[in-house]
Structures are given as structure tokens and as C-alpha cells.
């Protein structure tokens, strides 16, 4: 069985054209119009495909195919980013619905239950609600801010009914995607099995200085924020690099005060993104950063201040669903690796109600979040290609 490759990139296009923007790229907002668009063309997709489709309390949009016990769901996230990619979350809605329709016609009805989700929201790229749709799913949303709630009617969905999208009913959650890096194009290795997704700690970083005339105030008198700031940048950068592989630390935000040419700069505040696959690993990260730069706020005489924005454990993906999907890979001719994905994934939020694993394949020259985001057509083919062997191992 081969999945039809001309169907999956009409789909892709289609979906892509959704939400185009003037300056490129695409943006389907959560609860916006492009979004709504989207989601009635993939659920056209799912009643084409044989499948019985419903919406659940945030918008996830579920195709089912009637068999016995728990689910096997496949799926990804149909919101983008702004001027955001083709193929991001895209990928796994389109293959998905692509590899159950071609085994509901070879196979006929599964032995299990088989479902794709269009998740209603990843990003967080219009409201702070990163991972909406799955964590409505495992019952994680407590709360919800007025602005949701109203965009969330504006679409005739009631934000009091949220806790009725948990789940748990599903078995297994199955989910391909582009890798938004350059790790298996550089090695050229055509597909990835993730081992786990990396666990995060975002950080605000507060170094307070004095502001002083930049003429008059001679250098070793000076407590200068900017400074200071700079050389806690440059720590940020040679620790993660000292621990290796997979450690990454990127300082993404920094703001100056007062920013004037002509003044010593009193107030620096910036960001610090941490990621490791291994909580140890993360923690260790963390902790060398935080305590370098309060040595260096103390031997520039400077006040600092740091606290912790947000904070997510790493995920390891079930050892059985990496197995069974390196054994698609196989059945499909090809020798799959392992990999961390350093970006952070449905599957990990769903992994709290279900087994869950990932197949990455490559991004062309690591592009992501962007309108250069490409993967090849025949390692789009190949991915949705096992993605479909492995729901066949799970569902048939």
C-alpha cells in the first residue's frame, strides 16, 4: 500500500493558501476567520476520506473510524504563527487524513478505533494559550481569560463547556512532522523517530545598574547595566556549549534603560530560553547560568534579578510506539534514527493521557516558522508513507 503523494501536496497547497498573507507566508490564528476556513476544508477532507467527524468543546476537529477499543488518533495543530510555513502542524493533519484514507480503501474497517484530530491550537501566536487544543484534551484547562471566551462564542463554541473535550479513551497518539531544524538534512537521513522532546525553562533576567552622564563618568566608576547584561549574554552562550549536545540556551529579548546615546545605561532586562531532554541536564543548565551570572553581577557591582516565566519538564515518547514506528520504517525500506526534538510538540502535552511517539522528517536547509519552510516531496511521501504502515500495525 502507497499512500497517494499528489493528493497529500494538493492538500498541503490548499491548506497553505488559507490564511495567505500579503508579504508571504500564512496565519491562521486561533478562532479567526482563516482558522474557521481551515477547519471546515479539513473537515470536508475527513467526510471524504470515510470518516465520521465531529468538534469537540475548543474546536479540535476529530474524523473517527468505528472499531473496538481505544483509539488510535493521529494528527497535528491546524493555527500557524504569523507569516508562518506550509508544512508546520500542516503536515501531520494532511498526512494523516492521507494515510487513513488510503487504508480504509485497501483495508476496509479498522480492528481498532482510528481517528485524525485537527488540534485548534499550538502556537499561542494570537492569544498566551500555547497547547489549547491538546491540553483540552488530557483536561488541563482550568481557566479561561475573557478575551478567549469571546472569540471562542464568536466561532459557537461555549468556553463553559471546555472540560467536556478530556479524553481518555485514546490508546495511542501518532504524530509526523517536519523536523524545523537541519539535524537530519545535514546527515542526510531522509526520517527520525523521536526519542523525547526536549523540557524548557524561559527566565527574565534583571540586571539593575546606575545611570550616569556617558562623558563625565569616568570607566571604573561606572555600574553599567548594558555591560554587565553583556557579559551574562556571552556566559549564557559558552555554558550551554560547555555541557553539549542536546543543551541549548538562547537569549532571544533585550531591553535598555534608560536607551539614550549619552547615558551609561542604568536597567537591562533579558530573556534566557533553556532546553534539555533530560530533566538533570535542564536543571544543571539552569543552575551554572544562575549562579555565573550572579557572580558577575557581584564583581561589576550590579543588582540582578531573575525568575522563572515559564517552566516544562522533558518527555520521553513511549519506548513501544518508538520500536513499532522503527519497524514501519523498516517495513518501508528504510533505516530510521533517533532524535530529540528540540521544539516542543502536542505529543508532549497528550503524553499525560496516552502513549504517544513522533516521525521527523527534513526541513530544507532548517527553515521553519517562516515562508521558506519546505521539505522535499518524496520525503513527504516517504514519512506519510510509514505513518500509514505504523497506524496499519497499531489499527489493523
Same mark, same amino acid.
Given at each position: 500500500?502507497?499512500?497517494?503523494?499528489?493528493?497529500? #501536496?494538493?492538500?498541503?497547497?490548499? !491548506?497553505?493558501?488559507?490564511?495567505?498573507?500579503?508579504?508571504?507566508?500564512?496565519?491562521?490564528?486561533?478562532?479567526?476567520?482563516?482558522?474557521?476556513?481551515?477547519?471546515?476544508?479539513?473537515?470536508?477532507?475527513?467526510?471524504?476520506?470515510?470518516?465520521?467527524?465531529?468538534?469537540?468543546? /475548543?474546536?479540535?476537529?476529530?474524523?473517527?473510524?468505528?472499531?473496538?477499543?481505544?483509539? %488510535?488518533?493521529?494528527?497535528?495543530? %491546524?493555527?500557524?504563527?504569523?507569516?508562518?510555513?506550509?508544512?508546520?502542524?500542516?503536515?501531520?493533519?494532511?498526512? $494523516?487524513?492521507?494515510?487513513? #484514507?488510503?487504508?480504509?480503501?485497501?483495508?476496509?474497517?479498522?480492528?481498532?478505533?482510528?481517528? +485524525?484530530?485537527?488540534?485548534?491550537?499550538?502556537?499561542?501566536?494570537?492569544?498566551?494559550?500555547?497547547?489549547? $487544543?491538546?491540553?483540552?484534551?488530557?483536561? =488541563?484547562?482550568?481557566? /479561561?481569560?475573557?478575551?478567549?471566551?469571546?472569540?471562542?462564542?464568536?466561532?459557537?463554541?461555549?468556553?463553559?463547556?471546555?472540560?467536556? =473535550?478530556?479524553?481518555?479513551?485514546?490508546?495511542?497518539?501518532?504524530?509526523?512532522? %517536519?523536523?524545523?531544524?537541519?539535524?537530519?538534512?545535514?546527515?542526510?537521513?531522509?526520517?527520525?523517530?523521536?526519542?523525547?522532546?526536549?523540557?524548557?525553562?524561559?527566565?527574565?533576567?534583571? /540586571?539593575?545598574?546606575?545611570?550616569?552622564?556617558?562623558?563625565?563618568? *569616568?570607566?571604573?566608576?561606572?555600574?553599567?547595566? !548594558?555591560?554587565? =547584561?553583556?557579559?551574562? +549574554?556571552?556566559?549564557?552562550?559558552?555554558?550551554?556549549?560547555?555541557?553539549?549536545?542536546?543543551?541549548?540556551?538562547?537569549?532571544?529579548?533585550?531591553?535598555?534603560? *534608560?536607551?539614550?546615546?549619552?547615558?551609561?545605561?542604568?536597567? +537591562?532586562?533579558?530573556?534566557?530560553?533553556?532546553?534539555?531532554?533530560?530533566?538533570?541536564?535542564?536543571?544543571?543548565?539552569?543552575?551554572?547560568?544562575?549562579?555565573?551570572?550572579?557572580?558577575?553581577?557581584?564583581?561589576?557591582?550590579?543588582?540582578?534579578?531573575?525568575?522563572?516565566?515559564?517552566?516544562?519538564? *522533558? /518527555?520521553?515518547?513511549?519506548?513501544?510506539?518508538?520500536?513499532?514506528?522503527?519497524?514501519?520504517?523498516?517495513?518501508?525500506?528504510?533505516?530510521?534514527?533517533?532524535?530529540?526534538?528540540?521544539?516542543?510538540?502536542?505529543?508532549?502535552?497528550?503524553?499525560?493521557?496516552?502513549?504517544?511517539?513522533?516521525?521527523?522528517?527534513?526541513?530544507?536547509?532548517?527553515?521553519?516558522?517562516? *515562508?521558506?519552510?519546505?521539505?522535499?516531496?518524496?520525503?513527504?511521501?516517504?514519512?506519510?508513507?510509514?505513518?500509514?504502515?505504523?497506524?496499519?500495525?497499531?489499527?489493523?
Amino acid at each position: 500500500m502507497r499512500i497517494d503523494g499528489a493528493l497529500l #501536496e494538493r492538500r498541503l497547497d490548499e !491548506l497553505y493558501a488559507i490564511g495567505a498573507e500579503p508579504d508571504g507566508g500564512t496565519y491562521r490564528g486561533l478562532y479567526s476567520t482563516a482558522w474557521a476556513a481551515a477547519g471546515e476544508r479539513v473537515e470536508r477532507w475527513m467526510q471524504d476520506a470515510g470518516l465520521e467527524t465531529r468538534r469537540d468543546a /475548543v474546536g479540535n476537529i476529530w474524523g473517527r473510524a468505528e472499531g473496538d477499543g481505544k483509539s %488510535i488518533v493521529t494528527g497535528s495543530h %491546524i493555527d500557524t504563527v504569523r507569516r508562518g510555513g506550509r508544512l508546520d502542524g500542516a503536515l501531520g493533519i494532511c498526512a $494523516g487524513i492521507t494515510a487513513v #484514507e488510503a487504508l480504509l480503501t485497501t483495508k476496509g474497517k479498522p480492528r481498532r478505533t482510528l481517528e +485524525v484530530v485537527a488540534i485548534c491550537e499550538e502556537e499561542g501566536s494570537r492569544f498566551a494559550t500555547n497547547f489549547w $487544543g491538546s491540553r483540552a484534551i488530557t483536561g =488541563a484547562i482550568d481557566t /479561561v481569560d475573557a478575551e478567549i471566551a469571546a472569540a471562542m462564542r464568536e466561532r459557537g463554541l461555549d468556553p463553559t463547556k471546555i472540560a467536556s =473535550a478530556a479524553r481518555d479513551d485514546i490508546d495511542t497518539f501518532v504524530e509526523l512532522h %517536519i523536523e524545523q531544524g537541519r539535524v537530519l538534512e545535514s546527515a542526510r537521513t531522509p526520517l527520525a523517530v523521536v526519542s523525547a522532546i526536549v523540557g524548557t525553562a524561559h527566565l527574565e533576567v534583571t /540586571v539593575t545598574g546606575q545611570p550616569d552622564h556617558a562623558g563625565t563618568t *569616568p570607566m571604573d566608576l561606572r555600574r553599567d547595566a !548594558l555591560a554587565g =547584561a553583556a557579559a551574562m +549574554v556571552q556566559a549564557v552562550e559558552s555554558i550551554a556549549k560547555s555541557l553539549g549536545k542536546p543543551a541549548v540556551a538562547t537569549v532571544g529579548k533585550l531591553k535598555v534603560e *534608560p536607551e539614550q546615546i549619552n547615558v551609561v545605561p542604568g536597567t +537591562v532586562v533579558f530573556t534566557v530560553d533553556l532546553r534539555h531532554a533530560d530533566l538533570g541536564g535542564r536543571r544543571a543548565l539552569e543552575e551554572r547560568i544562575r549562579s555565573l551570572c550572579g557572580t558577575l553581577s557581584q564583581e561589576r557591582r550590579l543588582g540582578l534579578g531573575i525568575r522563572t516565566l515559564q517552566e516544562k519538564a *522533558p /518527555v520521553a515518547m513511549r519506548a513501544e510506539v518508538r520500536a513499532l514506528l522503527a519497524r514501519a520504517a523498516k517495513e518501508c525500506g528504510v533505516q530510521a534514527t533517533e532524535m530529540v526534538s528540540g521544539a516542543g510538540h502536542d505529543a508532549q502535552i497528550l503524553a499525560a493521557r496516552c502513549k504517544v511517539g513522533m516521525l521527523f522528517v527534513p526541513s530544507i536547509g532548517g527553515r521553519s516558522h517562516c *515562508p521558506e519552510e519546505a521539505t522535499a516531496p518524496e520525503h513527504l511521501e516517504l514519512g506519510t508513507n510509514i505513518l500509514a504502515k505504523a497506524l496499519e500495525l497499531l489499527a489493523y
